[in-house]
Nanobody, 116 residues
């Protein structure tokens, strides 16, 4: 059974940093694209950052230059380093594994709150 477990969320002051992790189990995803999404209260879920199986990265304009997505295929883990956090980054962050022609895998989410 595949599981994606996010961790690393929490409360941080504006300008601070957090590192999210997503540990996958049940199978390996070294060839799959993986991504981080977020959903703020009352808003739709949005793509934050994506990394292909080959390591090519893409970022939402709102986080470019502040967030860095990476993966460790040996550990079957996805990361999101978030720096210079802003209150508008407050959301539940979800880990995603893309599966062409099938339903994607999703984690349960981790709360990130940026507030003074």
């Amino acid at each position: 059974q595949v599981q994606l477990v996010e961790s690393g969320g929490g409360l941080v002051q504006p300008g601070g940093s957090l590192r999210l992790s997503c540990a996958a189990s049940g199978r390996t995803f070294s060839s799959n694209a993986m991504a981080w999404y977020r959903q703020a209260p009352g808003k739709q879920r949005e793509l934050v950052a994506r990394i292909s199986g080959g390591g090519i990265t893409n970022y939402a304009d709102a986080v470019k230059g502040r967030f860095t997505i990476s993966r460790d295929n040996a550990k079957n883990t996805l990361y999101l380093q978030m720096n210079s956090l802003k209150p508008e980054d407050t959301a539940v962050y979800y880990c995603n594994v893309e599966r062409p022609f099938m339903s994607d895998y999703w984690g349960q989410g981790t709360q990130v709150t940026v507030s003074s």
